[in-house]
């Protein structure tokens, strides 16, 4: 059964920086695109970044785009997300996703196309 745990949140201040990582198993973790989504109270879910199953081609919500960085590991089955200058609106809960087999990244992001979730991580943005 796949599984994606992720770690790494926290509360940081306005300008600074958080890296989120993402372990997965249970999944032929090479194959698939990942992504990250987030959920701030009171709000949908809403995509954040995805990034192809081999690592070349990344997609980015606008509001994040040059601040945020999304990256995988194949040899560790891990995909990490990058946030710099954070912004009292970036504050969440962070979730990893996997999208199901033979889907892109594009879908994953834009048509929310998730095979697996993880539990979601704390993102705390303060002034």
């Known amino acids: 059964q796949a599984q994606l745990v992720e770690f790494g949140g926290g509360e940081v201040e306005t300008g600074g920086s958080l890296t989120l990582s993402c372990a997965a198993s249970g999944l032929t973790f090479s194959s698939v695109a990942m992504g990250w989504f987030r959920q701030a109270p009171g709000k949908d879910r809403e995509y954040v970044a995805t990034?192809?199953?081999?690592?070349?081609?990344?997609y980015y919500k606008a509001p994040v785009k040059g601040r945020f960085t999304i990256s995988r590991d194949n040899a560790k089955n891990t995909v990490y997300l990058q946030l710099n200058a954070l912004k009292a609106e970036d504050t969440a809960i962070y979730y990893c996703?996997?999208?199901?087999?033979?889907?892109?990244?594009?879908?994953?992001?834009?048509?929310?196309?998730?095979?697996?979730w993880g539990q979601g991580t704390q993102v705390t943005v303060s002034s």
């Open positions: 990034i192809s199953k081999d690592g070349l081609h990344t």
């Open positions: 996703a996997a999208a199901p087999r033979g889907r892109t990244a594009q879908a994953l992001g834009v048509q929310h196309l998730v095979d697996t």
